[in-house]
């Protein structure tokens, strides 16, 4: 039996399938108990810790680290696939903020829904506006039509952002507040370190030039962010000249201030890494969540002429955006952060999941869901609902390209650190 994915097959699944599912083990890339990093997370203390917690994984209680949470691995998904859209071998709607034209402000370039933190609900799309710098998103017919999306509805974002009806949105700062529209996420991923132990984390400086930890440092008296060790050059107060302090106030007076001087050879307890037995990636795409978002409408609010055809063909649409992130996450590799670079312990195996509980898995790699992706959008588009690559282009409002340059100066004098 094959087990290619066609579109027939695709289209069954999504009617009457429970899910696509990934359970994919992993090691480190220097080899089975070699020592990786994973996130650190603040606590009520200010102590940078990693979310360890018990699982129940085969019957047995086992330590477990989480690597990659589900909101990082929606956003490395968006960043997988915002390659494939660059390039051109995806073609789905994509909405971009174009930094480009305001002076100092071109590094940012295009600013895309997916690389907004809330996609099509962030605050740089609210706070942009037309090409011709006249009307706010939210007044633009399309960002009205948003504003008003619900599940019971949900062609405006279909539209204009369907990865949002993918990996979830809640439209929480819009015209409606808590009361805007709120997608679940049908896609999610996340990696995790079973059976792991921690470790320790050394450090130490030697420095090269030699200089002591007890000379004294001060602010200069005509440049307070910069330092000096002559008292009659120093900026004075209370009679006395002022030790230099970085704004979090390690090492006041002292050379290590700016970074000069050794450190002593430490031991950090609490973020030294970990190793363990193996890494789990564990990937749901949730069917039934597909089949719960309704389309009545087109873009511009005219009746679809067959609802039902229509939402089928949608949700079919939606499932091949969903398996693209899949299968370009795959291909960009698990490099997650500095010394956590992960590899799969054999090919890539999607399974799906039947109403009566079998599951069978199926092939599918980059050519095969492009085109997948390609033929489900042009059915979705002959009932009605239809991906345009980009259907809208905006550019900053002057306010929030005046906010962006009063922060980088900000940022620029040092100040803000605190915050």
């Given at each position: 039996m094959s087990r290619r994915l066609s579109l027939e097959k695709l289209r069954h699944l999504v009617r009457i399938g429970v899910a696509f599912r990934i359970r994919q083990r992993l090691q480190p890339a220097g080899g089975a108990g070699d020592k990786i990093f994973p996130p650190t997370y603040a606590t009520g203390d200010r102590t940078l810790k990693y979310a360890v917690e018990v699982r129940r994984i085969d019957g047995q209680d086992v330590t477990c680290v989480l690597l990659d949470s589900v909101a990082s691995q929606a956003n490395r998904i968006e960043e997988a696939l915002l390659d494939a859209w660059r390039e051109g071998s995806l073609t789905f709607p994509v909405i971009g903020v174009d930094f480009t034209g305001d002076h100092g402000l071109d590094d940012l370039g295009q600013v895309t829904t997916l690389q907004a933190p809330h996609r099509i609900a962030d605050a740089i799309l609210r706070d942009a506006t037309d090409v011709d710098g006249k009307v706010l998103f939210r007044d633009l017919p399309e960002g009205r039509a948003f504003s008003d999306a619900t599940t019971r509805n949900a062609t405006a974002v279909y539209q204009l952002c369907p990865t949002a009806l993918v990996l979830g949105v809640?439209?929480?700062?819009?015209?409606?507040?808590?009361?805007g529209a709120k997608f679940a996420r049908a896609l999610t991923s996340e990696i995790v370190a079973v059976g792991a132990q921690e470790g320790v984390k050394v450090a130490s400086r030697i420095d090269p030039l030699g200089v002591q930890a007890n000379v004294p440092v001060y602010h200069r008296k005509d440049n307070e962010n910069d330092w000096t060790i002559e008292a009659t050059e120093a900026k004075h107060t209370g009679g006395k000249p002022m030790m230099f302090v970085r704004s979090k106030g390690d090492g006041k007076g002292k050379a290590s201030a700016i970074n000069h001087s050794n450190i002593a050879p430490t031991i950090d307890a609490f973020a030294g890494g970990i190793t363990f037995d193996y890494a789990m990636q564990t990937t749901v795409l949730s069917l039934p969540g597909l089949r719960r978002l309704h389309f009545v409408t087109k873009l511009d609010g005219k009746p679809l002429a067959d609802r039902a055809a229509a939402e089928q063909a949608a949700h079919v649409a939606l499932a091949t955006l969903a398996l693209a992130g899949i299968v370009h996450l795959r291909d960009r590799g698990y490099d997650l952060r500095s010394r956590c670079l992960l590899v799969p312990d054999g090919p890539l195996a999607i399974e799906a999941m039947h109403a009566d509980g079998s599951v069978e898995v199926v092939d599918l790699d980059a050519p095969s869901v492009?085109?997948?992706?390609?033929?489900?959008?042009?059915?979705?588009?002959?009932?009605?609902?239809?991906?345009?690559?980009?259907?809208?282009?905006?550019?900053?409002?002057?306010?929030?390209?005046?906010?962006?340059?009063?922060?980088?100066?900000?940022?620029?004098?040092?100040?803000g650190e605190d915050e």
């Open positions: 809640w439209d929480s700062t819009g015209p409606k507040g808590g009361l492009a085109t997948l992706m390609r033929d489900a959008a042009e059915a979705a588009a002959q009932q009605g609902l239809v991906w345009q690559r980009e259907p809208l282009k905006l550019k900053p409002a002057p306010k929030l390209v005046a906010l962006i340059r009063k922060s980088r100066s900000e940022a620029a004098a040092g100040a």
